[in-house]
């Protein structure tokens, strides 16, 4: 029973200790890789809420693309036609992501399993050809490019390499370190309860629609904030980012990183990012070669790279 | 009588043409351990499951000390002082035994959860588990582990369904001893096929065949009743 009454030091040294790397790593590494890096912390704090919900509250979402979306788009809208400068635009893509999971998980929440999937992707395939719909203010899948005055924070400039890297380090840290507290705390022990039992969960007194709402709003956050500061840091929005592929890209993350591990998202928003990099170098067929990933994945390690390690070999592992 | 903690009146529940609970009123004595019995099919398990809120009713009521509580979802009875154990064991296999009943302890108080969790173990015996994965406990323990739970949730009503079901003869004394502890500060509906464990634990026992109440009095009653020895203990006794 100690190793349960573990203090918080140990689930937090992980996460802490991936940090300091990505903190070292703005030093070392050239230019292409900080931009990368960069990029990659930024989708992992999108992969980190997927994970919320579907790691730890057991929800397969195929729809987290509108909050991404939402999250980007409230951003970038604001910026581009309102000329919101960048760090209300950032709380307006947060309140934007965690919104629209609040709307969608209202009523897609009344299924569950395969229905409540098919209904996510429905709703996220609505706000995608909205996106479209509406070219004439949006875009369309042309997007808009975020002109470089409208990328600034407390007078540092976005578009700039090292700022870049450590906004998105900051974004990112913040969210891995809420994430390892939150999956620690008591609410995040009632999440994988729903997850891992609904109907005992419901007889124990907790609400499952409650619970799972909280659960994808939460996730919502993590999304819209990841989408809006994708739009800034980067200076582009576009409808590619609310299309079906970006609602699948997080499930393949987590499912690579490992599902309902602290650190899984990271690792696999990373491995595939270099992966699909180092493909692209090789051949345009690049989606081959992350299919032979993913197979290989399912074949060997179902639970992803840290669910592995943690089920043979460190039990332990957050 | 002591005070009725629980009752139903008319409460019915109709499968198709079949009427698993027909019409049936009911009273739980506060502090009582109370047994319903019943052949296979008599709608036990349907019955319990009203109570509990897990299937809706169709007609009748129910009230937990006086208030109405019909129509409320089984999350908020649980919260509301009516804890429901599993007839099939429903553990989480996958967490830590500790985890398992942290999670009901968490379901009725605030705060940290360890003091009274440790409590809860140490009650059913399966205190220096608590970091083993549930799933891998003897199927004895996760009977055990699945009382302690709802012992957890500090119920008003206890609902055990068919608790004995496949324990070992030791085991069974260890749980009879620990269903009487919790009365009278709880109260215990218990439906238990084992008639040994209800005539030794019960106070009061109610029987049902079809989907409707055939008595309901001491065990001595009961036993001396023509009608339930014909419809059920007839082959047993």
Known sequence: MKTLALPLALPLALPLALLALLAAATLLLPPYHEGNLARIMLLATYAMGYNIAFGYTGLLSLGHA????????????????????????????????????????????????????????????????????????????????????????????????????????????????????????????????????????????????????????????????????????????????????????????????????????????????????????????????????????????????????????????? | MASVILSARGLTRHFGGLKAVDGVDFDLAQGEIHALIGPNGAGKTTFVSLLSGRVPVQSGTIALDGTDITRMAAHARVRAGIAYTFQITSVYARLPVYDNVALAVQSRHRGDPAARTRAALERVGLADRGGQLAGTLSYGHQRLLEVAMGLALEPKVLILDEPTQGLAEGEIATFKALVRSVVPAATVLLIEHNMDVVMDLAHRITVLTFGQRLATGTPDEIRADPQVQQAYLGDTV
Do not use: C, H
Not at chain 1, 110 to 119: A, E, K
Not at chain 1, 257 to 265: F, I, K, M, S
């Open chain 1, 66 to 318: 509108l909050f991404f979306g939402a999250g980007m788009y409230a951003a970038g809208m604001a910026a581009e036609y309102g000329g919101v400068p960048a760090a209300p635009g950032l709380a307006l893509g947060l309140l934007g992501g965690g919104a629209m999971a609040l709307a969608v998980g209202l009523l897609a929440l009344r299924t569950s399993g395969v229905s409540f999937l098919i209904v996510t992707m429905m709703f996220a395939q609505a706000g995608y050809l909205t996106i479209l719909y509406n070219t004439d203010v949006t875009r369309g899948e042309e997007g808009i490019v975020l002109a470089a005055a409208l990328r600034r924070i407390a007078g540092f400039d976005l578009a700039q390499d090292d700022t870049r890297y450590l906004a998105a380090f900051a974004i990112f840290a913040v969210g891995l370190i809420a994430q390892a507290l939150l999956v620690r705390s008591r609410f995040g022990r009632v999440m994988v309860a729903m997850r891992e039992n609904e109907e005992r969960s419901r007889m124990l007194g907790y609400s499952p629609y409650r619970v799972k709402l909280i659960a994808l709003v939460i996730s919502g956050l993590y999304a819209g904030v990841a989408g809006a500061a994708y739009a800034l840091l980067f200076g582009y929005m576009g409808a590619g980012f609310a299309a079906i592929q970006n609602s699948i890209a997080p499930l393949l993350w987590v499912l690579l990183g490992g599902a309902g591990t602290v650190l899984g998202p990271f690792l696999g928003t990373a491995a595939m990012f270099y992966l699909t990099d180092l493909a692209a170098s090789l051949t345009t067929a690049t989606l081959l070669v992350t299919g032979v990933a993913l197979l290989l994945l399912v074949l060997f390690a179902p639970k992803g790279i840290l669910g592995t390690i943690r089920d043979r070999w460190a039990p332990w592992l957050p």
